[in-house]
């Protein structure tokens, strides 16, 4: 079965600072890759996703993320985060076979920016 | 711009009683799901319907029933509800055509049971 790790639960960075989020997946194949991001007391968003094709895709608010095979990561970074930054990030992936995109979450992590 | 409400947005039941969370979406997907979302486990999947008429079984079943009476619709429902099963739900919809852009799923508000 497939399986979403992201190792960090929380992470604090100072306002400006870059920002990494690291995400590991397990599938035997390569799945459809997502992140999403929750505000509090929201639903959650759609960051970006990657299918295929060039490994760094960009998503909304500076956001991007690099996929990478051999390592089965997909690690969401941003080059300067903002105090509205601030939220749960969550890595999620997708078989999409048989008309159905199910998707599997990571625990999700825990972004603080202090201003 | 995809629209997915929930009701209620909180709820308070005791437990052995029944409850149901109602979910609407304005999207004309055919898919549409139920999560649940706890510290430590981000969010997993109950269950999840293809359209109207069909409920299909998530990762973590057990204790719940789904609904699907149209496509807009889809109702999550507790028929004995436990404390174990305070949380909070979000349900969502979404396409699936081979696309790309159809792939995203669009979550609501959520809703937050309380089982005491």
């Known amino acids: 079965a497939q399986s979403v790790t992201q190792p960090d639960a929380r992470v604090t960075v100072s306002e400006g600072a870059s920002l990494q989020l690291r995400c590991k997946y397990s599938y035997s194949a390569t799945p459809y890759l997502f992140w999403y991001v929750q505000y509090p007391r929201q639903g959650l968003q759609l960051l970006l996703k990657?299918?295929?094709?060039?490994?760094v895709v960009q998503g909304v608010n500076g956001f991007e993320a690099e996929f990478s095979k051999s390592n089965s990561s997909f690690h969401l970074r941003k080059a300067s985060v903002h105090w509205s930054d601030s939220a749960v990030y969550f890595c999620a992936v997708s078989m999409a076979t048989g008309g159905n995109n199910k998707l599997t979450f990571g625990q999700g992590t825990v972004l603080s920016v202090i201003p | 711009e995809a629209a997915v409400t929930q009701s209620p947005r909180n709820k308070v039941a005791v437990t052995g009683g029944k409850v149901t969370l109602s979910c609407n979406q304005t999207?004309?997907?055919?898919?549409m799901y139920w999560y649940r979302q706890d510290t430590g486990h981000g969010l997993r999947l109950i269950h999840y319907?293809?359209?109207?008429?069909?409920?299909e079984k998530g990762d973590i079943p057990d204790g719940y029933k789904a609904s699907r009476p149209s496509q807009e619709n889809f109702s999550l429902i507790l028929e004995l509800a436990t404390p174990s099963q305070t949380s909070v739900y979000f349900c969502?919809?979404?396409?699936?055509?081979?696309?790309?852009?159809?792939?995203?799923?669009?979550f609501g508000p959520g809703t937050r049971l309380l089982v005491l």
């Open positions: 990657y299918y295929s094709g060039d490994p």
């Open positions: 319907s293809y359209g109207a008429g069909s409920t």
């Open positions: 999207n004309n997907h055919n898919n």
């Open positions: 969502a919809s979404g396409d699936w055509v081979g696309g790309r852009d159809q792939d995203t799923q669009y």
